[in-house]
């Protein structure tokens, strides 16, 4: 059964950081890119960054350029999303997945930044 766990969220303050995990079970994790996305109240789930499965490759979403470091581990089956320098506009549920989206949504992890 395939399933996406996504972690690490919480409530911070701007100029703060987090980091967020996402833990795959039951693909080849490897072989696969994946990225992270987020979804605001109200909006459409639009895509923050992936990651090649190599871990070589990377991109971003002008928003978080800078700021915002996608990395992997395919030992552990997990990606991860380095979040610093937040602002109240990066308040959303973040979800991870492939380019494609083509494997079940996880829960998300609810990020709010708020003073």
């Known amino acids: 059964q395939v399933q996406l766990v996504e972690s690490g969220g919480g409530l911070v303050q701007p100029g703060g950081s987090l980091r967020l995990s996402c833990a795959a079970s039951?693909?080849?994790?490897?072989?696969?890119?994946m990225g992270w996305y987020r979804q605001a109240p109200g909006k459409e789930r639009e895509f923050v960054a992936h990651i090649r499965w190599s871990g070589g490759n990377k991109n971003y979403a002008d928003s978080v350029k800078g700021r915002f470091t996608i990395s992997r581990d395919n030992a552990k089956n997990t990606v991860y999303l380095q979040m610093n320098s937040l602002k109240p506009e990066d308040t959303a549920v973040y979800y991870c997945n492939t380019p494609t989206n083509i494997l079940p949504w996880g829960q998300g992890t609810q990020v709010t930044v708020s003073s």
């Open positions: 039951g693909i080849l994790f490897s072989i696969y890119t």
